[in-house]
């Protein structure tokens, strides 16, 4: 403990005999890591040279102080997944939207306060695809402990991150995929807590283990953190009753199945009540598409009862099929919101419409994209057939508050260009029914007025191929409305809209050729960017942003940029 942790410590304590909030102080150190994971050993960047990195655990109402130094020789930022930033919009972090990158032997100090919420999130890299190895938990526990949980506290709470892991250096497999104009190479492993575990070669030791007893009760706060997988999770012999989805309380849902999209997390109760042995945990896959190559391996971590007798062999739990639509589509839609006395409900008025398609395209290629096919163009992801491309003399967030001309246009459409069957897969094979698959690039924002509601129809395409996306919206939480397959139908669509109990996320997965209608008040100020978590779809242009306006009042007002903001 430096001199100064331990002054801060000491006043720390102090202070806390006086107030409730708490001043939540560390260092990330950014840097170079050498790891062998599947008998091959390599240099990778992570945090503090642990892979997962930290876990912060804070309370509501803490003021969190991260002070990230960047030894690596890489750009850098950091993002705190789902936390508000209410006011503190120069440490969201998304490269070029909220902040030039860190630079290599840099540093910057993000500070903001974690005001109401509460449950499971997490941080990671916001840059290139560091955030393969760059991650970790961030648990925000209630501002009076955990006893005043919704629901009987358990016995024991279990962080779960699943991960996805690249043998080749993953700065590397996005400049290739770059240059190529395409998809990157699919991953090599799943990890559970950063091990792949005993299906893969060579990592029959690298495996995650839970000691468990019978009779308690278990919370695992589960935490999808690859790269472009959405996934499947289970535990053989046991279900799960969900409490929580990206850190907003939902009413209880027993499934024995978790589906969860890279962005999202799962607050899930399993009660250790089965016959004392041996049980695999285990998550792979789910891939809606038949189109595309990705990774079906198997990762799996071990349930271990005490007292089971060590030559007992694990039990393995049968998995979902990778294309298994309808288990994912019963777990994504059956979850609703817990209403929570003088906690916010759905705006019921909306000041703000959009219409917005979103999926593949093809868009010329640059002259830095050596290994683009001329004929064809390079693949793009859009939203309203706009492939949004991040800025590079400065942020979008510094552009808004100093008014800097150039760097970003107001008026991303509210609707798509044309309006046609976006689901219909053969489209594709006759481009004279693909009306929007040439796409344009462009920097395009939705400006909207502080506190307004806004009400988003998604609508994914099957242009090229119809994937799943899980969208993420940075600054806000929304509600999800309704979701479907198919082509969005307003007159169907609205009567089924849920504005009672709907469940609350920060990022949702779009059904591929199917739709979505979320709101949120805007009642953050500053520059919020929204985008596909398959990182290698934000890399395609899967993202728009919102710039929201100032408040009448001081205390809505964005504050100017810290002193140690980092320059471009
Ligand atoms: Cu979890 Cu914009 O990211």
Known sequence: MTHYMFMLAFALAFLGSLVDAAIVERTFHVGNMTITKLCQTRVI????????????????????????????????????????????????????????????????????????????????????????????????????????????????????????WWNANVVDLADEAYVKGGAPNKSDVFTINGKPGDFYNCSEKDMYKLK?????????????????????????????????????????????????????????????????????????????????????????????????????????????????????????????????PGKPTVPLTVNHRMFVTFGFGRVKCESDQLLCNQTTGALAASMNNVSFQFPSSASLLAAHYKNLKGIYMRGFPDKPPVFFDFTNE????????????????????????????????LQNTAIVVAENHPLHLHGFNFYVLAQGLGNYNKSEAVEKYNLVDPQMRNTIAVPGGGWAVIRFKANNPGVWIMHCHLDAHLQFGLATAFEVENGPTPDTILPPPPPDYPKC
């Open 45 to 164: 960047t992570a945090v503090n040279q642990q892979m997962p990195g930290p876990t912060l655990e804070v309370s509501e109402g803490d003021k969190v102080i991260i002070h990230v130094l960047n030894h690596s020789p890489y750009n850098m930022t950091i993002h705190w997944h789902g936390v508000f930033q209410k006011l503190s919009g120069w440490a969201d972090g998304p490269n070029m939207i909220t902040q030039c990158p860190i630079q290599p032997g840099n540093k910057y100090t993000y500070k903001f306060n974690i005001i109401g919420q509460e449950g499971t999130l997490w941080w990671h890299a916001h840059v290139s695809f560091h955030r393969a190895t760059v991650y970790g938990v961030l648990i925000i526990l209630p501002r009076e402990g955990p006893h005043t949980y919704p629901f009987p506290k358990p016995h024991h709470e279990v962080p779960i991150l699943l991960g996805e």
């Open 212 to 340: 468990v007893e019978y009779g308690k009760k278990y919370m695992f706060r589960i935490i999808n953190a690859a790269l472009n997988s959405e996934l499947f999770f289970k535990v053989a012999g046991h279900n799960f009753t969900v409490m929580a989805v990206d850190a907003s309380y939902t009413n209880p849902y027993k499934t024995d199945v978790i589906v969860i999209a890279p962005g999202q997390t799962v607050d899930a109760l399993m009660a250790a009540d089965a016959a004392p042995d041996k049980y695999y945990m285990a998550a792979l896959r789910y891939e809606a598409s038949g189109g595309v190559s990705f990774d079906n391996t198997t990762t799996r971590g071990i349930v271990e009862y005490y007292n089971t007798s060590p030559t007992s062999q694990p039990v393995m739990p049968t998995m979902p099929a990778y294309k298994d639509t309808l288990t994912a589509n019963r777990f994504y839609t059956n979850l609703t919101g817990l209403l929570r």
């Open 426 to 457: 053969s489209m594709n094979t006759d481009p004279a029914l693909t009306p929007l698959v040439h796409t344009l690039k462009g920097t395009k924002v939705t400006k909207v007025k502080y506190n307004s509601t806004v009400e988003m129809v």
